[in-house]
Each structure stands twice: as structure tokens, then as C-alpha cells.
């Protein structure tokens, strides 16, 4: 049998930024080496020209006078906000599908056949009906990622207490007070845990679309520089992606414990 331990909050931090440091010493270690033999080498650049690099992009504007890291930011992040508008629609999408059978039917072999087709798969498409702009990238990131966010609700939906619904129609409640006053509020934290865990998948069919039609955009950065072996700039903006992707992934799990006190309980 495991025995139980209380550890101190010194130790559960060291615990949890270990691994990071243990990437970085061995980065730095890999760099430091591959520079000694060559001090001209860009496949592995140290911490120092990636903070140059990372510098450079924030607070030197370029010809064009645009401070690239905070257009590219807000060109991606304009994508995404569009983008988590049918994300959450979505998600009502879901709960009406689980609570009327017509809906059910109607729908869920339909946004389930859509599940299994690689968005990637229809991007030369989406470029050949909407071109090159805004919408098919925005189309791109709700096609690969809302059928999921649909099913997903769609199940919790179905697992809700069927005694409360019959409960609610009894005291006449309405179709719309059932599920936005008796289903939405208590499935809406389990629909946010969904959305934050398919985050990732929101990155990656934004970066795939910045990347092959773009004129700003982290993703389209990347692949730009990606030319001219610019590997400081690279790392530093999926370091910068990484890091705005778990600030948001915090923000809702904070929001959630605040909210939903009841949920991890």
C-alpha cells in the first residue's frame, strides 16, 4: 500500500518546474557545445540571441514601421476570437441535439460523419470557394475543431438526469428555460474543460492556414523566417504561443473554480 506523505509547497514547486529546468540546462548545454565548434551556428541558438531576436520583434518596428510579435499576435488572435464565437455556438448546438430527439436524429450522424474528416484534408477546398482571406482561415480551425466541441456537449447532454427535465416540464417550463436554466448550467464547466483541451487543435489549424495564406500571424511569421534558417525567431515565437496558450488554458480553469465550485468537488 502507497503511504500518504504530506509534502511541503516548496516541494510540490520544485517538483512542478523540474522538468523545465532540466530542458533548459540541457538546451543550453546542446547550444553552448554546437557553438564552440561553430560560432556561426543557427540550427541551435542560444538563450541569449533568441531573447535578441524576441527583443527585436516586439519593440523594433520594421521598414514598414509595424512592430511585428504585436501585429502577428493580433492578426492570430482576431482568427481564433471569430473562430470560438461558432466554438460556443457549438456548444448549444450540442445540448439541444441531446435534449430533442429531432434534433438528434437531425443531426448527430451528420456532425459525426464531419468528425472524421481531416480539416487539413479540405483546406485546398476552402481556398478554392472562399480564397485566400479571412474566412477560410476562420472556416478551417470550425471545421477541425466544433463537430468535436457538438459530440462532446451532445453526450453530456444525454447523461443529464432525465427525472430533473421531466421535473421542469411538469412545472411548465419552456424548451428554452429547460436548457438554459436547468442543462447549460450545469454542463457549461465540463463544455469549457472540452474547449480548453481542444485548444491545441485551435492553434494548429490557425497556424495551418497563416502558414500557407497569410500576410500576418504567428504561424505565417514562422513560416516566413523558416526561409532564412531564422531559428531565434522561431523558437521564440512557439516559446510565445506556448506561453499565451496556457495563460488562456489558466484563465478558464480559474474561471471555472470560481464559477463552478461544485464541478471538481
Known sequence: MLSVTKRSSWTDTLLSIFLFVLIIILYQYFAHQRHLLNPHDKLVPTFAQMLDAFTRSTFEPDRNGVYRLLDDTLASGQRVLISMVFVFGGVLM????????????????????????????????????????????????????????????????????????????????????????????????????????????????????????????????????????????IISYVIWIGLLSYLIDAGICLWIKKQYRWYNK
Open 94 to 233: 450540442g445540448a439541444y441535439m441531446g435534449l430533442f430527439p429531432v434534433m438528434d436524429k437531425l443531426f448527430y450522424k451528420f456532425f459525426l460523419f464531419f468528425d472524421k474528416i481531416p480539416a487539413l484534408a479540405i483546406l485546398p477546398i476552402l481556398f478554392i470557394f472562399f480564397g485566400l482571406g479571412e474566412v477560410s482561415k476562420v472556416a478551417l480551425i470550425v471545421i477541425g475543431v466544433v463537430p468535436t466541441i457538438i459530440l462532446d456537449t451532445y453526450l453530456r447532454a444525454k447523461a443529464f438526469p432525465q427525472e430533473q427535465v421531466i421535473k421542469a416540464i411538469t412545472m411548465s417550463a419552456s424548451k428554452s428555460q429547460i436548457i438554459f436554466k436547468i442543462i447549460l448550467p450545469k454542463i457549461f464547466p465540463m463544455a469549457l474543460d472540452s474547449i480548453r483541451l481542444n485548444f491545441k487543435a485551435i492553434v494548429l489549424f490557425l497556424i495551418s492556414g497563416e502558414a500557407l495564406a497569410a500576410t500576418a500571424g504567428l504561424g505565417y511569421r514562422i513560416f516566413v523566417v523558416r526561409r532564412y534558417m531564422a531559428m531565434d525567431i
